[in-house]
């Protein structure tokens, strides 16, 4: 293991991420509400427990605790509430030490454990000053008890785990205001013992991050999940990696060594490592996963989150599963032992004398001293990812939970509940060729700091601990998929088929339709197709329609047939989000169907019938107009009407290039309409008539326009032409004389240079301005 830093500091292979949810659903997703629980009173739900019922969950947030009823699903009330706040001399003393009266001196609920029947352990950092309690369970009422030292933080957002066993409180926590002196103890023996504590020394736990805890039932003892410095490889470089610590229950430490000590002590590095490549090494999260039923034949499950110190770029994280025999082989093996003159950690192993023993109160002192200095396992706990995530920093884990449940043939699958820090909840299925990502769910939008998630598979439902309450979401929404196919497709362990009820259903019965590891849903739903309402659009000609079409999954394909043929992409535009875009011409009316295909099923998810919107009667061509149509159209006028019997008008002269005629009878004479402005007669109020008015109406206007112009033109033209004609040729005018009492400046030649022509009694008197 002493390669361990050259690993971390040398990528291998390109890491295989996560294959992305095949559905995903927004906090505002039509029928996927989720039950949110709030009040204004309520922020930052620390710590959520679960009554052993299931009616009831308790929550310690911010100065209050509660109790909420649950025993319905789909609705949470508040039972009870009583606020545990500081004072203001409590806060008063919070703010002399250099903090903040909002965010660090109120009392966060770090702690919430069950004692026995009848009451809660409860302990809260309380304004930089930890204070903890007794909680009776019926009326929520506070009974104070004292020395809370070493039970929860004093900083509110530090990590800290806490257990109950037989009515004794194991906890791991810092024990003064620096958070400096970490501690692993047990409180309130049963024997009426003292507190039993680590041995102070800094080498046993170097600025660890404690994660979760365990007990292990069958060895008797306590297992506690963290982070901190390892300083075996190095120690003047600070590597951070995962660790697991062990102590026995019944510990009373021992008789004159490590007295009211750990003598049971043990640690081992926890390796989340894909083959020949960087390790996990920063633990996130762990869950324990017991044997369904308290099945003592079958082993307790470790499902961790960590993320990689060397890894900022992409800031990936994996998930990894220990088994508890693991654990135990290694407590069982080899230790390093530990120089504290040298701080330096022995290469080799010694062979496991008492190590990680339980029993060992009465041991000699040579005994207790060779536990004291070998408490390290030379070996490691190690697993290989399940799931590795390398999406943005965002969208790494930070949070899980897991359970089982049978599958429609009574095989048992675990699902996981990843939460992300972008706020989505993603549900894993772990099948046997790999995990998958059946859909991820919105849970949160803005960043929270403090979360924390609960499973209650008898209640079936993940409770999310935020900043401003609690949201519940369920193991399963079978209803959202509506159709065999899909509900065979998502491969979701809680969810099958049921072609009696042609619904997908949560409980499995008899005949259902389901392929959790394989998803052949064209196997599973032969003869049972699905075919969506036919949706008409009228539309306009040379209108630009958008038909939708929504992928019923993200791992989905779409494509879309006209007529049941493929479409030429130069008319047509299929865009990102499936919808189809054309405009709307004769040769583009017909039926459109979009038909999604994932992993060999075609299902058709939209069908439209495109058709023309009140096609009018006549159509008119926009054309402008000339001056022989208007002279046919004057002598239009005076001609006599047609009888209404004669469907060609024949005593009509139409202008060149107009629509014939209508065709259908329109009724006697006096329906037909001969007053000015009409091409030829029509039906009275007609769309044909008042078509064809406002047609020549417009003509004329453009008429009248166009000759304006033109004048104007040939006005300016004609001014041109006349001013340089007359600078060229000034013998046209005569050149002035001067007359008696005249008197011109310069002589004739230069007034002809200079263009002066003024001649008197000439009238009117005319100036070209150059």
Same mark, same amino acid.
Request: charged share 20%; aromatic share 8%; glycine share 8%.
């Given at each position: ?62 100065? &209050? ?14 039972? !009870? ?44 950092? /309380? ?18 008890? %004292?020395?809370? !030292? ?43 013992? $003292? ?33 901190? *410095? ?61 044997? %369904? ?9 470790? /499902? ?67 536990? $004291? $200095? ?9 697993? #290989? ?9 965002? #969208? ?16 048992? &699958? ?169 405009? *709307? ?58 009888? %209404? ?54 003509? /004329? ?33 005569? $050149?002035?004389? #001067? ?13 002809? !240079?200079?263009?002066?022509? !003024?001649?008197?009694?000439? #009238? ?7």
């Amino acid at each position: 293991m002493t390669r361990l830093p050259l690993l971390w500091a040398v990528w291998g292979a390109a890491l295989v991420s996560a294959v992305r949810p095949r559905t995903s659903f927004l906090l505002d997703t039509p029928n996927r509400g989720l039950v949110h629980f709030s009040q204004p009173n309520v922020h930052n739900t620390t710590t959520l427990l679960l009554s052993d019922d299931g009616s009831t969950l308790y929550v310690g947030a911010r100065n &209050y605790i509660l109790s909420l009823d649950v025993s319905d699903p789909e609705v949470i009330t508040v039972k !009870k509430e009583t606020e545990w706040s500081p004072s203001r001399k409590d806060i008063d003393s919070c703010e002399k030490k250099q903090k903040s009266a909002e965010v660090d001196c109120p009392n966060f609920i770090r702690v919430l454990q069950p004692m026995n029947s009848t009451h809660l352990y409860a302990c809260g950092s /309380y304004a930089y000053n930890p204070r903890n309690a007794l909680l009776d369970i019926q009326t929520l009422t506070l009974t104070s008890i %004292p020395y809370a !030292k070493g039970r929860c933080p004093f900083n509110p957002f530090e990590r800290n785990t806490a257990i109950t066993i037989d009515g004794e409180l194991f906890t791991s926590t810092t024990e003064d205001f620096r958070g400096a002196l970490p501690s692993i103890s047990r409180h309130f023996s049963r024997d009426g013992g $003292k507190v039993v504590l680590l041995e102070s020394s800094n080498y046993l736990l170097d600025e660890p991050t404690f994660v979760s805890s365990a007990f292990d039932q069958k060895e008797g003892k306590l297992y506690f999940f963290f982070s901190e *410095v390892l300083k075996e490889f190095n120690y003047l470089l600070d590597y951070r990696g995962a660790r697991l610590a062990q102590v026995c229950k019944d510990d009373v430490g021992g008789q004159r060594t490590l007295q009211r000590k750990w003598t049971s002590f043990a640690k081992s590095l926890l390796l989340c490592q894909p083959p020949k490549q960087q390790p996990f090494h920063q633990l996130q999260d762990m869950f324990t996963l017991q044997p %369904p039923g308290g099945d003592s034949s079958r082993e307790t499950l470790f /499902y961790g989150v960590f993320s990689s110190q060397w890894s900022r770029g992409s800031e990936a994280s994996a998930v990894c599963r220990f088994k508890i025999e693991d654990i135990r082989k290694v407590f069982s093996g080899s230790y390093r032992t530990f120089n504290p003159d040298k701080h330096h950690w022995s290469t080799s192993g010694t062979q496991r004398n008492a190590q990680g023993q339980c029993g060992l109160w009465n041991a000699s002192d040579v005994v207790l001293e060779e536990v $004291k $200095k070998s408490f390290l396992s030379r070996g490691s706990v190690q697993a #290989a990812p399940l799931l590795v995530s390398t999406g943005p920093p965002a #969208a790494a884990y930070s949070r899980l939970v897991a359970t089982t449940t049978l599958s429609a043939n009574q095989k048992e &699958y675990t699902v996981l509940f990843l939460l992300t820090e972008t706020g989505f909840l993603h549900k894993v299925v772990l099948l046997d060729g790999g995990p998958r990502v059946i859909e991820e769910v919105q849970v949160f939008r803005e960043p929270q700091l403090v979360k924390s998630l609960l499973v209650s598979p008898s209640k079936g439902v993940v409770y999310v601990g935020l900043s401003g309450g609690v949201t519940v979401v369920p193991l399963a929404h079978c209803s959202s998929y509506q159709s065999c196919g899909q509900c065979v497709l998502a491969q979701d362990p809680f969810c099958s088929w049921d072609p009696t009820q042609g619904a997908c259903i949560r409980l499995h019965t008899a005949g259902v339709k389901q392929d959790v590891e394989n998803g052949n849903a064209a196997k599973e739903c032969a003869g049972s197709s699905f075919t969506p309402h036919t949706v008409a659009m009228p539309v306009a000609l040379n209108e630009f329609l958008t038909l939708p079409c929504a992928p019923p999954s993200d791992l989905a394909a779409l494509s879309w047939t006209g007529g049941g043929l493929p479409l030429p992409p130069n008319l047509f535009l299929q865009r990102p989000d499936g919808s189809l875009s054309f405009v *709307v011409q004769a040769a583009t009316l017909g039926v459109y169907t979009c038909t999604a295909h994932e992993a060999g099923y075609h299902e058709v998810q939209a069908v439209y019938n495109v058709s023309e919107k009140n096609p009018p009667a006549a159509s008119v061509p926009p054309r402008t107009p000339t001056t022989s149509t208007v002279r046919e159209r004057t002598r239009a006028k005076s001609l006599p009407v047609d009888p %209404p019997g004669n469907n060609g008008l024949e005593g009509y002269l139409l202008p060149e290039g107009w629509p014939a005629a209508p065709t259908a009878n329109y009724g006697t004479q006096e329906d037909w309409s001969t007053e000015p402005g009409a091409v030829y007669s029509t039906r009275k109020g007609s769309v044909v008539d008042a078509r064809v008015d406002e047609q020549v109406r417009s003509y /004329y206007t453009e008429l009248v326009g166009v000759s304006l112009l033109a004048a104007l033109c040939a006005s300016v033209v004609l001014l041109g032409l006349l001013h340089i004609w007359r600078r060229r040729c000034p013998a046209v005018f005569p $050149k002035p004389q #001067a007359g008696p009492g005249t008197e011109t400046p310069g002589n004739s030649e230069d007034q002809e !240079k200079h263009g002066i022509l !003024k001649q008197e009694g000439l #009238a009117p008197e005319v100036t070209i301005l150059a």
